[in-house]
């Protein structure tokens, strides 16, 4: 159970951080 929360956790991190990068760019570019 532990590590399927785990996972989940790192998985939505990573979302986040893609979506962030993604709003960051386009920040920058406009």
């Known amino acids: 159970m532990v590590n399927f929360t ?3 956790n790192e998985k ?3 979302l986040r951080l ?3 990068t993604r ?3 386009t ?3 406009t």
């Open 6 to 8: 785990f996972l989940a």
């Open 18 to 20: 893609k979506l962030l």
């Open 27 to 29: 920040l920058y570019l």
């Open 12 to 14: 939505l991190v990573s």
């Open 23 to 25: 709003n960051f760019s």
